[in-house]
């Protein structure tokens, strides 16, 4: 039986030449785990990985043969697949021809020019490939090309190629803007940020008056979670960090209300789109899960009802030319809208189809209409996002909305079938096991193919930054350590049984450094976890701020590290959304959790001493500055802890929301899905009141938060 990633062989493969395959694909052959001891990945999961990558096995004679095709596999091209280079680097490239052929090479650059391409005297001994006697000449990327995405192309006799050349900037150089100076601002989920004309979830209205709030009390920027596209219709994924596209964003955070067209709606319609709000609306005061479910399709409804309006003459032109612009990315997405929307979801899970070009052709013409209906949601989501931007400035701030990229997407997604070609197949990403998890983690996500999408010129990656990117002052890039590689997961194996998959990190960050210049916004990688020395310098330098926890800050003898260490370059917080609020960690809530949920490996009392201890090493060092005065309240101790980071070199400080206003809850228990409202919880305050967008403006203990790490910073 043939390897599969379904159906990995378990070969009597030598192992020393499985191994040497696999190293040749970057993928490791062994893994050193949390304990510090090393192990070799077991032949099978190698096997698997390979087969992900294209490359089937199941004798030695196979490993051999694909050894050679993979040495082999430059020599058969005229170009390499993609040229990413930095700006200013003398960069030189091959060029495989028939030994003897004359060549004739050139840029073309992105606004049109014709530039040559020098060549190198740099002599390559000729060698046979495929029974011809193949040569390779040598020529260099021309010096002062601008950054952008040129193409360089190249005739040889009858044979003529062409790939993508994408200069990059050495170093972002909004890292150097926001690092001179050192800002606040917000964190927050928005869904979970309602107001009285919310519709139940917070939406993009609400963003707009977040950003006018916090930019009124001195915030620098808003950082909000991933707002990417879920299904096109309920049920949907509550999590945020699941979506269906990385590239499109979810229609539930459109404010209806706001659509121009709402105000030319016929009586009878407007009355029923009010009826719809006022149902959903009833959830804006309750503190109990919100359920997304409900309010999409009521939403739905409305915008249906708003979409038939007959728009004016520049509203058209406007949709007209925001779908000329997004291509046949948008279209593929509102045509697999169409379809997922056809499929009864309580029917089973859908499956992405495979369909023909004809029959894609005649599902374009059927739904021409649903695929329109789904374009002009996207239309309608930029625009709001755009109004909350411009309010951002008008606020004050200087970076104004981050938004956060998620590492993948649902398997099942739109992603996942209009970008199938540039994924792998049969395996999905996750983590090795760590001390809470022996199992590792499978976060049921495909893979970026590291070779298909250097050969797609990774412009995949290019359109999905450019969207997220066009409306905001900065992105987060979650696990950023996953340009670097990814643990891949095959099909049928537990995530411990995975191994680590490279990529091409310096085109990667190449492109998002690219994409953030020209948008001029700020990028941070959220790079915490395990992962070598190295790469966090190397993000420096290439102008990518990390992230800096407060409680996961330690030096080599696991003592709090003092915040004076902490480096320039980060977005320093004393929390996340992967943890509890500080109110939260610091009653024990967080534990109390685990305890009803039956996760706790310890008594409970002994779980909370433990926790307690580590508390207060770091709420020592609060202490000794004089931040925190003996029986501190809850609220004074938080504030002590905010202020204790504004004393590190940090140029970003992020205040979480929940901290502002006493909430208690997490956002996401992780080891749970039904036991927990993971990713539906609103925001309340220390007494369990559901505190509305409103409300912070009035807020007193928000506001001596916001002043408090305001007047540290100064």
């Not at 680097?89 to 060549?103: I, N, S």
């Not at 590190?648 to 006493?662: E, F, K, N, Y």
């Amino acid at each position: 039986m043939s390897a599969t990633p379904e159906h990995p062989a378990t070969t009597d493969l030598s192992l020393d030449r499985l191994q040497a395959l696999a190293r040749a694909w970057r993928v490791d052959t062994t893994v050193t785990g949390f304990d510090g001891v090393t192990r070799d990945i077991p032949a099978t999961t190698l096997v698997a990985v390979l087969a992900a990558l294209g490359v089937t096995v199941d004798t030695d004679a196979e490993v051999d043969a694909a050894l050679i095709d993979r040495e082999l596999a430059p020599w058969r091209r005229l170009l390499p697949p993609v040229l990413v280079v930095t700006e200013g680097e003398e960069r030189t490239f091959p060029v495989h021809l028939p030994h003897g052929e004359d060549v004739a090479v050139w840029v073309e650059t992105e606004d049109g020019r014709n530039v040559p391409v020098p060549q190198r005297d740099e002599w390559a001994d000729p060698r046979e490939v495929d029974g011809q006697l193949t040569g390779r000449a040598t020529f260099a990327v021309p010096a002062g090309l601008p950054l952008g995405w040129h193409t360089v192309g190249a005739k040889s006799g009858a044979r003529l190629a062409s790939c993508r050349l994408i200069v990059t900037p050495r170093r972002l150089a909004t890292a150097d803007v926001v690092g001179a100076t050192r800002q606040w601002g917000l964190m927050t989920q928005l869904y979970s940020v309602r107001s009285r004309r919310s519709w139940g979830v917070g939406d993009l209205a609400d963003l707009a008056d977040l950003t006018a709030i916090s930019g009124q009390e001195g915030a620098g920027w808003l950082l909000i979670n991933p707002l990417h596209a879920a299904e096109p219709a309920p049920p949907v994924e509550p999590s945020p960090y699941l979506p269906t596209s990385r590239r499109f964003f979810h229609p539930l955070y459109i404010r209806v209300e706001n659509v121009p067209e709402f105000a030319y709606l016929p009586a009878e319609d407007r009355t029923r789109v009010a009826e719809l709000a006022a149902r959903c609306s009833a959830q804006n005061t309750s503190v109990e899960a919100i359920d997304r479910d409900p309010v999409y399709a009521a939403k739905l409804e409305a915008l249906r009802l708003v979409h038939a309006v007959e728009p004016s003459p520049w509203r058209q032109a406007a949709f007209t030319a925001f779908v000329r612009r997004e291509g046949a990315g948008l279209r593929d997405f509102a045509l697999w809208c169409a379809l997922r929307e056809r499929h009864d979801p309580d029917a089973g899970e859908w499956v992405n189809p495979d369909l023909t070009d004809d029959e894609i052709s005649r599902y374009r013409g059927e739904l021409a209409d649903e695929i329109d209906f789904f374009c002009w949601l996207q239309f309608v989501c930029d625009e709001q996002l755009a109004a909350a931007q411009r309010v951002a400035a008008d606020a004050g701030m200087g970076v104004g909305i981050l938004h956060d990229l998620a590492v993948g997407v649902h398997r099942q997604g739109s992603d996942a079938w209009t970008l199938r070609d540039v994924l792998a197949p049969g395996v999905t990403v996750g983590a090795p096991a760590d001390m809470y998890s022996a199992l590792g983690q499978n976060w049921n996500q495909p893979p970026w193919h590291p070779e298909r999408l250097a050969e797609a010129g990774y412009v995949p990656f290019r359109d999905m930054l450019r969207t997220i990117l066009r409306h905001a002052g900065g992105i987060r890039v979650d696990h950023i350590l996953g340009l670097f590689r990814l643990w891949w997961v095959p099909d049928g194996t537990v995530a411990a049984d995975g191994t680590y998959v490279g990529y091409d990190h310096e085109a990667l960050i190449g492109v998002l450094a690219l994409e953030a210049q020209r948008a001029g916004a700020v990028v941070i990688g959220e790079d915490l976890g395990l992962f070598e020395p190295w790469v966090r310098e190397y993000l420096a330098d290439r102008g990518i701020l990390g992230t800096s926890i407060l409680w996961f800050e330690f030096d080599e003898q696991h003592d709090p590290l003092p915040v004076e260490q902490y480096r320039r370059l980060c977005l320093a917080s004393v929390n996340t959304h992967d943890l509890p609020p500080t109110a939260g960690y610091l009653s024990g809530e967080h534990i109390r959790l685990r305890e009803r949920l039956g996760m706790l490996d310890a008594p409970l009392e002994e779980e909370l001493a433990a926790d307690r201890r580590e508390q207060r090493a770091f709420l020592a060092l609060a202490a000794e500055r004089g931040l925190l005065p003996e029986r501190a309240d809850e609220e004074r101790t938080i504030a002590a802890l905010y202020e204790l980071l504004a004393a590190s070199p940090a140029c970003l400080l992020g205040v979480s929301l929940v901290d502002a206003v006493g909430e208690k809850r997490v956002q996401n228990q992780p080891g749970t899905t039904d036991e927990y409202p993971n990713w539906r919880v609103p925001l309340a305050d220390a007494d369990g009141n559901a505190v509305l967008v409103e409300d912070l403006a009035a807020s007193r203990r928000a506001r001596a938060l916001f002043a408090a790490v305001a007047h540290a910073l100064r």
